[in-house]
């Protein structure tokens, strides 16, 4: 029984020296203790760290700085980025971060001991949006442009799809019209537009997140408006002489592959064509009948439009009802000079205008009156001639047509030989009144004035 209790006693002494040890007072923090969290809110260029920090306690700690200190390689030191916080429990937002990296983050305390390092942790950013700079266009034309595009960033991830799209409607998306490259950047010709339209485009890129837009762009085609100067001569029972010019290309330019002008019986551009005999003149067609000019033009050897259609007739078998002739008749008083009304230089230049149903004027003449005799100067302008009758054509620069669309033939200009008429006789004493009308014989010689036109010329010697 005394044995018994003896190894009682022993095992009881034994677990007190054990209790004795745990409750033992602990030992002073030599050096600060440093807890690096993970990384919240993580985006393609942010992230917030976290951490916390218990400073030294054995000795009297001066604390210089303490942080975060970040790279993108590991075990970042205060020679990377460093973020500087206060406290004991710590928290930055650190922003600028590249999409789709990886950063690798420590906490750091700083004091009179030197640098002490907590541990570290990493994180990645997420893949961010498809960026563009400016996107721009040029080449406009009624139905094509040129569109270009620059890709900015991918967003850290990868391009499936890349491109344009665009449509006549504000905001165009990927249902509208779409082109694709394989580059980062584009430069597309957008083609069978229609004139006078506004189009809108802007540039997009897929990548691992989603879809993305870039800035939006428009632009309005040219009108494509075409405008032909179509002029007739020489009109005879049989036919006639023509040419054009396109005054405005609509801004189809070189788009413009080739042009002319159509004949037909009809305004409506039906039945057969009439083929010209050679450039410029039209034969064989009937007496006293309209026909119709089209002129056209051809987009890209391939689109051909007709405009609308210009009246013409060919002369009648009888035109004694028409004008033979137009004169401008200049009526002076009695000159003081004896050798004629024509030695002063002061003269007049005279334009007569002429309505575009009067197209059979055979010849223009510039006559003045004074007392010196009759001065005229014939100027012939032959717009028709009879057939059988021996009459000079007609020289284009002697009638010229108006935008309203009379003709007018002018008269007078430059010395006699050219029509000018002078009408002082420059005898330094006087200056006379004057009068100009004009006069208008037909075919039967019946003849028509018009209503005088005064005008006042000064001496030319005063």
């Not at 850290?156 to 019209?177: A, F, K, L, R, W």
């Not at 870039?214 to 029972?237: A, H, P, Q, R, Y």
């Not at 450039?279 to 391939?302: R, S, W």
């Not at 717009?383 to 000079?392: A, E």
Request: proline share 4%.
């Amino acid at each position: 029984m005394r044995y018994v209790l003896i190894s009682f006693i022993s095992i009881v002494l034994f677990n007190s020296c054990a209790t004795e040890e745990l409750v033992e007072e602990p030992k002073c923090q030599e050096v600060a203790r440093l807890t690096t969290l993970e990384a919240t809110n993580i985006s393609e260029s942010t992230a917030t760290l976290n951490g916390s920090i218990a400073p030294p306690d054995c000795y009297s700690s001066t604390m210089i700085s303490q942080g975060f200190v970040v790279n993108d390689s590991g075990l970042p030191t205060i020679a990377d980025l460093v973020y500087k916080r206060g406290g004991s429990e710590l928290s930055v937002e650190i922003d600028g971060l590249r999409m789709n990296d990886e950063y690798f983050v420590r906490m750091f305390y700083e004091d009179q001991n030197g640098i002490v390092y907590g541990n570290e942790i990493s994180f990645k950013t997420s893949i961010g949006a498809v960026g563009f700079l400016p996107s721009s266009y040029s080449d406009v034309t009624p139905i094509s442009a040129t569109v270009n595009f620059t890709g900015r960033t991918a967003g850290g991830g990868s391009i499936s799809e890349i491109g344009i799209v665009y449509s006549t409607n504000s905001e165009p998306t990927m249902d509208d019209n779409k082109l694709v490259t394989d580059e980062f950047y584009g430069s597309f010709n957008l083609e069978n537009l229609t004139p006078d339209t506004t189009y809108y485009f802007r540039p997009f890129g897929v990548n691992e997140v989603g879809l993305f837009y870039g800035e939006e762009l428009s632009f309005t085609t040219l009108d494509g408006k075409v405008e032909f100067e179509l002029s007739f001569s020489k009109i005879k029972k049989s036919g006639f002489e023509y040419s054009y010019e396109i005054t405005n290309d609509g801004g189809y330019g070189d788009l413009i592959t080739s042009e002319g002008v159509y004949f037909y019986a009809t305004s409506s551009a039906s039945g057969e064509r009439i083929e010209t005999l050679n450039e410029g003149v039209i034969g064989g067609l009937n007496t006293d009948t309209a026909y119709y000019a089209f002129p056209f033009y051809v987009v890209n050897e391939e689109v051909e439009f007709l405009l609308e259609p210009v009246e013409i007739i060919t002369a009648p078998l009888s035109i004694n009802a028409e004008i033979k002739r137009v004169e401008l008749v200049l009526e002076s008083p009695d000159t003081h000079n004896s050798y004629g009304d024509y030695y002063g230089m002061t003269g007049i230049d005279a334009d007569i205008f002429i309505d575009t149903k009067l197209k059979y004027i055979k010849e223009a003449r510039l006559e003045m009156n004074t007392n010196y005799g009759l001065v005229s100067s014939y100027d012939r302008a032959w717009i028709f001639w009879q057939d059988g009758v021996n009459y000079s054509p007609l020289t284009l620069e002697k009638i010229e047509e108006l935008d309203d669309g009379t003709f007018y033939r002018e008269m007078g200009k430059g010395g006699m030989s050219n029509s000018r008429i002078f009408i002082n006789d420059g005898d330094g004493k006087y200056d006379y009144n004057y009068a100009v009308r004009v006069k208008i014989t037909d075919f039967s010689d019946n003849i028509y004035y018009s209503e005088i036109v005064p005008l006042e010329v000064p001496d030319f010697n005063p």
